[in-house]
């Protein structure tokens, strides 16, 4: 089983529809979580961390399942300028801060 | 304030050349990584600087890649004899602390190219 795992997609949604990604993970030590962007050939840019209460920004929630070992990332209303590389990231844990990137879920909204 | 900077943003070269790739981070940030991204690709983790610690080498794919970060500031990552499949883009991000919740600032990469 890989470190993090992605559904690469592409997931080719509608402006102002609602899609959902998942990202599992292997290593139950882990403790910090977080969702990057990526835009076509740029570098990734975080999008927001994910906490275990689970967190909201606008139009985005993220949510942690520590028992399941998964993070998603729920888009609402989705913007035609949300295309892009969404990117799961995972720290090793155990005192360890360097992440373990996901190969990106690949989103596309079109009009 | 100025973000995090690499160069060259682009670099060809010939199979069995060295090259020297060379990231500038955020000025006060302690932490500083370096990753590869081949097409299609996720993040390779490749070494890892905090502060006056010492790296974190442990995803360096072979002996011919070496890092060193001068000053705890400058960066230069350098592969040597370079094969094709080293061909990638090589990011370097940079964060202000070692934590559990820290921001990774990227730079735009060095896309580099082995003939």
């Known amino acids: 089983r890989k470190e993090v795992e992605q559904d690469p997609g592409p997931f080719n949604v509608p402006e102002g529809a609602t899609v959902a990604f998942n990202c599992t993970y292997s290593n139950s030590a882990s403790q910090s979580f977080f969702w990057y962007r990526q835009d076509c050939r740029k570098e990734p840019k975080l999008l927001m961390s994910?906490?275990?209460s689970g967190n909201e920004d606008g139009r985005f929630t993220a949510q942690l399942n520590r028992a399941s070992q998964y993070i998603s990332l729920l888009i609402r209303d989705s913007k035609l300028s949300d295309s892009a590389t969404y990117l799961c990231v995972v720290n090793r844990g155990g005192g360890s801060y360097i992440p373990t990137f996901g190969r990106g879920t690949s989103l596309i909204v079109h009009p | 304030g100025a973000g995090v900077s690499q160069s060259p943003s682009n670099k060809v070269t010939e199979k069995g050349k060295d090259v020297e790739l060379r990231c500038d981070p955020i000025?006060?940030?302690?932490?500083l990584y370096w990753y590869r991204q081949s097409l299609g690709q996720g993040l390779e983790f490749l070494i890892y600087?905090?502060?006056?610690?010492?790296?974190?080498k442990s995803g360096l794919p072979s002996d011919r890649f070496s890092a060193e970060r001068t000053g705890g500031s400058v960066s230069t990552l350098t592969i040597q004899r370079t094969q094709q499949e080293d061909s990638a883009v090589y990011l370097c991000?940079?964060?202000?602390?070692?934590?559990?919740?820290?921001?990774?600032?990227f730079g735009p990469g060095t896309r580099l190219t082995v003939l």
């Open positions: 991000a940079s964060s202000l602390l070692a934590a559990t919740y820290n921001e990774q600032f």
């Open positions: 600087f905090q502060g006056n610690s010492a790296p974190d």
């Open positions: 994910v906490y275990s």
């Open positions: 000025s006060g940030h302690t932490a």
